[in-house]
C-alpha cells in the first residue's frame, strides 16, 4: 500500500501544480480584459439604432488605440435601440460632447465602436451618456443593393 502511495504522490503533486497554473492563467485573463470593465472604469452609455456585431467585450478606441470595452448591452424599451454601456479607462479624459461610431477594421475585419472626440473642456463623468451615435452598417444589404441596381434602367425604350 505504501508503494502505491508514494507512486501517485508524484502524478498528485503533478496534478495539483496544472490546476494552480490553470486557475493563475484564467485569473491573469480576467485581468487582461478588464474583469468586464475594469475596477475604476468610467461607465457611460450610447444608444445604437443598429448594434450588429458588438457584443460584451468589443473595443471602444480612439485613433485606432484601446481605450474601452463594452461592458454590457441591451434593448432600449422606450426607443428600441441598442443601449451600449461603455467602460472607458479613466486616465483618458475623452470630451462630454464626443460621438461613437460603430465601424469595422475591414472586410473580414472585426468590430469596435469608434469614439469621436469633440471639443468640449468637460470630460465624460460616470453615468453620462453619448447622444451623438452611428450603428453599424449593413454591408451585405449594402452589397445587395449594389448587384440589383447595376444593370441599369429596367423601363424598356420606345
Given amino acids: 500500500m505504501r508503494s502505491l502511495f ?6 498528485a503533486v503533478i496534478g495539483f501544480f496544472v490546476i494552480v497554473v490553470g486557475i493563475w492563467f484564467a ?11 475594469g475596477r475604476n472604469a468610467i461607465h457611460v452609455k450610447a444608444l445604437f439604432p443598429n448594434a450588429g ?5 468589443t473595443d471602444v478606441r ?3 488605440m484601446k481605450i474601452g470595452t ?20 479613466p486616465t483618458v479624459k475623452v470630451p462630454a460632447d464626443s460621438s461613437a461610431a460603430i465601424t469595422s477594421e475591414g472586410i473580414m475585419g472585426g468590430t469596435y465602436i469608434a469614439m469621436l472626440p469633440g471639443g468640449d473642456t468637460k470630460p465624460l463623468k460616470d453615468g453620462d451618456t453619448i447622444l451623438d451615435t452611428q450603428g453599424s452598417v449593413d454591408l451585405m444589404g449594402m452589397i445587395g443593393q449594389f448587384v440589383n441596381r447595376s444593370g441599369g434602367a429596367s423601363t424598356p425604350k420606345p
Fill in 70 to 89: 463594452v461592458s454590457e448591452q441591451k434593448l432600449d424599451p422606450q426607443s428600441f435601440q441598442a443601449e451600449l454601456t461603455l467602460a472607458l479607462d
Fill in 62 to 64: 480612439i485613433a485606432g
Fill in 27 to 37: 485569473f491573469f485573463a480576467w485581468q487582461a480584459a478588464s474583469g468586464g470593465g
Fill in 53 to 57: 456585431g458588438v457584443n460584451v467585450g
Fill in 6 to 11: 508514494r507512486e501517485n504522490l508524484a502524478e
